[in-house]
């Protein structure tokens, strides 16, 4: 069972940013897609944004695209989320989770939680004035 543990979370002003980490205790990252989610209170836990395990492919919500970037380093085992222009609508405890180890190429499942196999404690954002 892999652990993953993320980082960078706090609390931000609107029109902020933040970098979220994503360390994960594995021989080789290589081999697995990346997924960040988030869950704001009161509300269903809902995608982000998704790595494959090769870089190549990634997929953003609507709500993020143009404002959030993900990125990964396997050398370092860690998946980031760079976070930018950040909106009070952004505040929820963002989690990252782990599809694999693959075998085959596979496009990353944007918000289908039940792709990722293991999930991080998560990290709390807020964005406020």
């Known amino acids: 069972q892999l652990q993953l543990v993320e980082s960078g979370g706090g609390l931000v002003q609107p029109g902020g940013s933040l970098r979220l980490s994503c360390k994960v205790s594995?021989?080789?990252?290589?081999?697995?897609?990346i997924g960040w989610f988030r869950q704001a209170p009161g509300k269903e836990r809902e995608g982000v944004s998704c790595?494959?395990?090769?870089?190549?492919?990634?997929n953003y919500a609507d709500s993020v695209k143009g404002r959030f970037t993900i990125s990964r380093d396997n050398a370092k085992n860690t998946v980031y989320l760079e976070m930018n222009s950040l909106k009070p609508e952004d505040t929820a405890v963002y989690y990252c989770a782990a599809d694999g180890p693959l075998l085959l190429f596979k496009l990353c499942a944007l918000g289908i939680s039940r792709e990722y196999d293991s999930w991080g404690q998560g990290t709390q954002v807020t964005v406020s004035s």
């Open positions: 594995a021989f080789t990252l290589d081999y697995y897609s």
């Open positions: 790595i494959s395990s090769s870089g190549g492919s990634t």
